[in-house]
């Protein structure tokens, strides 16, 4: 075995070990190369004072159909304020609601799509934000799963996220005025929480305003945080199957800037953020008041999301924002 190969294998193994849970990986094979930390001689401003959306949006869902490279396709889900009544499901290719709405990437787990986080997805989509999903070419259902492609992800990121607020100039598109291109965040799911956290990290995507990990560690991409301040939400169960609690902590312990962790007393995996019940219902308030206020700078927003958490008794925060 080539030297060379040795730490790509040894990346593959732990990688595996920590997110086999979602799907069988393929044989490892090498990454590309990781992108380079960027830097910013001016740091990014934080997102000034504001108020969020008080009305909740009708949802519409439509379909982006991009390639990075031409080899790596990655079909993007996007969810967004509709006009029309709220309520009900996404309506597809439905017009878009009057404002300018900030954006939100997700990265979905191993094995999965998109459409697995829908009802966590559209009631972001239904606050006032734009959400944007890629499915990633060898981590999600359907292919021959290789989880060291984990590492490739966050680059696949941040292409979707340039390719997703061109549509706010693009002529004739839906979407066209209607991003706030200067407020976006990243989230994501176990690889997707990796993928999350190597966007804030080796793959310091500057754009990149707040981050919410779901399930997530930070094996492979490591705990670097580097560039401009941007808070961060985890959302961990303490009975995760998968990945462990204490990496998931490990991981928010090295977040240098504001940040909570929600904590699901008796939360697995994440399987409730796939179905409706009271814990989904506290992630997706929870989750929606940080995204206000690091997004939105919404203040009062800031001060719901101790009293979301606590609801039901189902969670503790740790609340450093």
């Known amino acids: 075995m080539s030297r060379r190969r040795t730490p790509a294998l040894f990346t593959a193994a732990v990688l595996t070990a920590g997110l086999v849970g979602c799907s069988a990986p393929a044989p490892p094979a090498e990454p590309r190369n990781a992108p380079e930390p960027t830097t910013s001689a001016t740091p990014t401003p934080r997102v000034p004072a504001g108020t969020a959306p008080a009305e909740s949006f009708a949802v519409g869902v439509r379909q982006l159909k991009l390639n990075r490279d031409g080899d790596r396709p990655l079909p993007v889900t996007v969810w967004y304020p509709a006009a029309g009544s709220a309520g009900g499901a996404a309506k597809r290719s439905a017009e878009a609601a009057e404002g300018r709405f900030p954006v939100v990437m997700f990265s979905h787990g191993l094995g999965g799509r998109p459409d697995d986080y829908a009802r966590l997805l559209t009631r972001w989509a239904a606050a006032g934000f734009v959400v944007a999903a890629p499915t990633f070419p060898h981590t999600s259902r359907g292919v021959e799963v290789n989880v060291l492609d984990v590492l490739n992800q966050p680059a696949d990121v941040s292409y979707a996220l340039t390719q997703v607020l061109a549509l706010d100039g693009k002529a004739g598109d839906p979407l066209r005025g209607h991003l706030a291109a200067d407020r976006v965040a990243a989230a ?114 800031k001060g719901r999301i101790p009293t979301d958490a606590a609801r039901d008794g189902l969670a503790t925060l740790d609340n450093h924002l």
């Open 188 to 301: 994501g799911h176990s690889a997707g929480g990796v993928t999350t956290i190597g966007l804030f990290t080796a793959g310091r995507d500057e754009r990149l305003d707040a981050g919410v990990v779901f399930a997530g560690t930070a094996l492979g991409v490591g705990t670097a945080f580097a560039g401009a301040e941007a808070p961060q939400l985890f959302v961990h169960g303490q009975l995760d199957e998968v990945v462990e609690y204490a990496a998931g902590k490990a991981a928010y312990d090295a977040v240098p800037w504001p940040k909570a962790m929600l904590s699901l007393t008796k939360g697995d995996h994440g399987r409730a953020l796939l179905s409706d019940g009271a814990a989904l219902r506290l992630v997706s308030d929870t989750t929606v008041e940080f995204l206000r206020w690091s997004l939105y700078g919404d203040a009062a927003a």
